[in-house]
């Protein structure tokens, strides 16, 4: 069974500091692993995945994350904040079953950017 | 390019009072998937269709919930009768089905229940 710990359900930044955000796994194969951004009555956006290759992934509006094999983390951050990411980022393990794959998510850290 | 349609995106109804949802999901994507989530909570695994054939069940309790996707594109999700607790949102997913690769996920907007 896989799972994932999100340390932190709030975090509050101000705007143009550091963004991290935490995520530790535990996966008894090879993870798949993932952060997803939700805004207010919005789905789930990809921001970035780790499936092979390079540990440091770059995603979407400046986020990025390492996967540290040894610490079993996949933090995410951000050099600089902005307004615009006030959500909430949930991070995921992948399961692969069959032909898809079978996410599960942890329970999501609120972001706040304050000015 | 659409993506991933839900219906309602809200609804308030009283307990014991059944409720359907409804996805369609974007085109092409043979696999859906319904999530549940709490309040606090990342989504949680429902049920997982490939095509019209529910290939992972084992999350949905079979015994008020039912699911469907007739000719493996639309698919609508019912609760009878509800119960307080099943107050949520309800996330529906759509992907191409790739097999030996990630397949990427995209979620639709949600559908808010609440029950009285």
């Known amino acids: 069974a896989q799972s994932v710990t999100q340390l932190g359900s709030h975090v509050s930044v101000s705007e143009g500091a550091l963004v991290l955000l935490r995520c530790n796994y535990s996966?008894?194969?090879?993870?798949?692993l993932f952060w997803y951004v939700q805004y207010p009555n919005q789905g789930l956006q990809l921001l970035l995945k780790y499936t092979t290759g390079a540990t440091l992934v770059k995603g979407i509006n400046g986020f990025e994350a390492e996967f540290k094999k040894s610490e079993t983390s996949f933090h995410l951050t951000k050099p600089s904040a902005h307004m615009s990411d006030a959500a909430e980022y949930f991070c995921a393990v992948a399961d692969r079953t069959g032909t898809a794959s079978k996410l599960t998510f942890g329970t999501g850290t609120r972001l706040q950017v304050t000015l | 390019e659409a993506g991933v349609v839900q219906s309602p995106r809200y609804k308030i109804i009283e307990k014991k009072q059944p409720v359907a949802f409804w996805c369609n999901p974007i085109?092409?994507?043979?696999?859906l998937y319904w999530y549940r989530q709490n309040l606090g909570q990342g989504p949680e695994l429902l049920i997982r269709y490939e095509n019209e054939e529910a290939v992972d069940d084992s999350q949905l309790p079979k015994d008020r919930f039912s699911a469907e996707r007739l000719k493996g594109v639309d698919s609508t999700l019912k609760i009878q009768p509800a119960e307080l607790g099943d107050s949520a949102v309800y996330l529906c997913?759509?992907?191409?089905?790739?097999?030996?690769?990630?397949?990427?996920?995209?979620f639709g907007p949600g559908t808010r229940l609440t029950v009285l």
């Open positions: 996966s008894s194969v090879p993870p798949y």
């Open positions: 085109s092409g994507h043979n696999t």
């Open positions: 997913a759509s992907s191409m089905g790739l097999a030996g690769s990630w397949d990427e996920q995209f």
